[in-house]
T-cell receptor
Framework: KAGVTQTPRYLIKTRGQQVTLSCSPI?????VSWYQQTPGQGLQFLFE???????NKGNFPGRFSGRQFSNSRSEMNVSTLELGDSALYLC??????????????FGSGTQLSVL | GQNIDQPTEMTATEGAIVQINCTYQ??????LFWYQQHAGEAPTFLSY????GLEEKGRFSSFLSRSKGYSYLLLKELQMKDSASYLC????????????FGKGTRLSVIA
């Protein structure tokens, strides 16, 4: 079974631009969560989608948005990029909504550099 | 809110035992996870604790004390390939709560 796939693997953008990252979950998984990982802050929760609906949102500005499609694939978008948005963006999928023992399966991430 | 603390870096010798601690303060508790992340790779699941006590899985064990808000990951017979970051993550119990991660402990195994 294929794992979580994230594209692109690396991305370089300049301030003010926007970017779209893609995530394909494990086949059959319906929940997709997004995290931002930086050396100083660790993994910080962005949002979770289940059945095309955003079920939970972290403490990030409105420039960060996402969506989920009927095939469970998800995209996240960051508009008006800032230098501080440089980070590894990780997508994780799970079979159901993130609850209790439900563990997350992570992709390798998209490394975004904002110049 | 939730706060999770773990040491930033640790170094241990090949063949030895190392214990990585994690303390947490959460509004409710519904489980603690440990993940391993090699540089440039995806985090991978190691263990899950929801009840007090020790969970053993091969060379890795994880312990939980809910009353103390404390967990540790024990790695035995260290190998060079165990050099990685170890992430402690906690789930609260207020409905639809996401998994909240600590900043991770970078373990270096030396010969």
């Amino acid at each position: 079974k294929a794992g979580v796939t994230q594209t692109p693997r690396y991305l370089i953008k300049t301030r003010g631009q926007q970017v779209t990252l893609s995530c394909s979950p494990i086949s059959g998984h319906r929940s997709v969560s997004w995290y931002q990982q930086t050396p100083g802050q660790g993994l910080q929760f962005l949002f979770e989608y289940f059945s095309e609906t955003q079920r939970n949102k972290g403490n990030f500005p409105g420039r960060f948005s996402g969506r989920q499609f009927s095939n469970s694939r998800s995209e996240m978008n960051v508009s008006t990029l800032e230098l501080g948005d440089s980070a590894l963006y990780l997508c994780a999928s799970s079979l159901r909504l993130v609850r209790d023992t439900e563990k997350l399966f992570f992709g390798s991430g998209t490394q975004l550099s904002v110049l | 809110g939730q706060n999770i603390d773990q040491p930033t870096e640790m170094t241990a010798t090949e063949g030895a035992i190392v214990q990585i601690n994690c303390t947490y303060q959460t509004s409710g508790f519904n489980g603690l996870f440990w993940y391993q992340q090699h540089a440039g790779e995806a985090p991978t699941f190691l263990s899950y604790n929801v009840l007090d006590g020790l969970e053993e899985k091969g060379r890795f064990s994880s312990f939980l004390s809910r009353s103390k808000g404390y967990s540790y990951l024990l790695l035995k017979e260290l190998q060079m390939k165990d050099s990685a970051s170890y992430l402690c993550a906690v789930r609260g119990n207020s409905g639809n709560t996401p998994l909240v991660f600590g900043k991770g402990t970078r373990l270096s195994v030396i010969a």
